[in-house]
């Protein structure tokens, strides 16, 4: 890995690092989410310092070049996030139909309460 290269990504990581601090510092991310980022910068930051780790993970595991295991390690990592957010995006779809028949009961209820008050008013 060249100089420049991890420079780059020191000064990528490291910004990442700030943004996503100014995110949950602003209350715009929560921080359960940027817990993910925050690891995914310090694990590009340790990449560019210390590449070596990767060439013998890379040797280990028996893949032919480093960068075809970085790409599969990022691969897998992205995979699992997109897997973790769809199970949140069911979660939620489920929350949100429980809570929409629960309204339309409540909903339901009232209108009839309305109606039977109504109609003991008009008996009298």
């Known amino acids: 890995m060249t100089i420049e290269l991890r420079i780059v990504l ?4 490291l910004l990442t690092l ?10 715009k991310v929560k921080l359960e989410d940027s817990i993910f980022w925050f690891c995914f910068a310090v694990v590009i930051l340790l990449i560019s310092i210390f590449p070596e780790v990767f060439y013998a993970l890379s040797s280990f595991v028996g893949t032919d070049a480093p960068v075809h295991f970085v790409f599969l390690f990022f691969i ?14 069911s979660q939620s779809d489920t ?11 409540e909903k339901f209820e009232r209108y009839r309460n309305d109606r039977n008050k109504n109609q003991d008013k008009h008996k009298e």
């Open 10 to 13: 020191i000064g990528v990581s």
């Open 18 to 27: 700030l943004f996503i601090a100014k995110k949950v510092r602003n209350s």
């Open 76 to 89: 897998f990592v992205l995979l699992i996030q997109i897997f973790q957010l769809s199970m949140r995006v």
């Open 95 to 105: 929350k949100i139909k429980e809570l929409t028949q629960q309204l339309a009961i």
